[in-house]
């Protein structure tokens, strides 16, 4: 069975840089032809996709996000990473990490998530 | 960008009785390969999303058949037949076919 478990700094000073890791198990992040994705979800709000890092390791963002984001894929490790520059208090929510399908039937579909980490914006 | 429109925000139900929740894009949700990138995501307290539908319809590995989707361009719908007490939570509607991909704003189930 997939699992993936966030991890990081779950508190940020204003300005600086939110980092976060998210493990991969029970499947090779580099077998499938899946794609892996950030989603955020403020205190009792809903969801904000973030980012996708495709199978090619192509990157894409959030438009209203895209200047402070970046996510990468360490594939020795098993795992992609979220970095989120410059936060504000806006930025303080529970961030999810989930597969994504890249072809066949689950196509686009965000089939296994994380348990998420939440992340405080403080000084 | 799409938006996802979701009503109603708050259904409170009678254990044992459907629940249908309504979701609205304001595009049309085909994508230029024929399919239509509409799932639906179950989110219990305290937990992370869960998929539940994909493409419109089709039930995700070990979902329960009393979960239905259905519908088409910018109209679907998630019914539950029969609603049970392990289904309390938000429920929110997801687009993937145009970037960026959106959600609804959820829709609360909860029970009488």
């Known amino acids: 069975q997939l699992q993936l478990q966030e991890s990081g700094s779950g508190l940020v000073k204003p300005s600086q840089t939110l980092s976060l890791t998210c493990a991969v198990s029970g499947g090779s992040i580099s077998s499938g032809g899946y794609s892996w994705s950030w989603i955020r979800q403020p205190p009792g709000k809903g969801l904000e996709w973030i980012g996708y890092?495709?199978?090619?390791?192509?990157?894409y963002y959030n438009p209203s996000l895209k200047s402070r984001v970046t996510i990468s894929v360490d594939r020795s490790k098993n795992q992609f990473s979220l970095k989120l520059s410059s936060v504000t208090a806006a930025d303080t929510a529970v961030y999810y990490c989930a597969r994504v399908g890249g072809f066949g039937e689950l196509f686009k579909a965000f089939d296994y998530w994380g348990q998420g980490t939440l992340v405080t914006v403080s000084s | 960008d799409i938006v996802m429109t979701q009503t109603p925000l708050s259904s409170p139900v009678t254990l044992g009785q459907p629940a249908s929740i309504s979701c609205r894009s304001s595009q049309s949700l085909v994508h230029s390969d024929g399919n239509t990138y509409l799932s639906w995501l179950q989110q219990r307290p305290g937990q992370p999303p869960r998929l539940l539908i994909y493409k419109i319809s089709n039930r995700f590995s070990g979902v329960p058949d009393r979960f239905s989707g259905s519908g088409a361009g910018t109209d679907f719908t998630l019914k539950i037949s029969r609603v049970e007490a392990e289904d309390v939570g938000v429920y929110y509607c997801?687009?993937?076919?145009?970037?960026?991909?959106?959600f609804g704003q959820g829709t609360k189930l909860e029970i009488k």
């Open positions: 890092i495709y199978h090619s390791g192509s990157t």
């Open positions: 997801m687009q993937a076919t145009q970037f960026p991909p959106s």
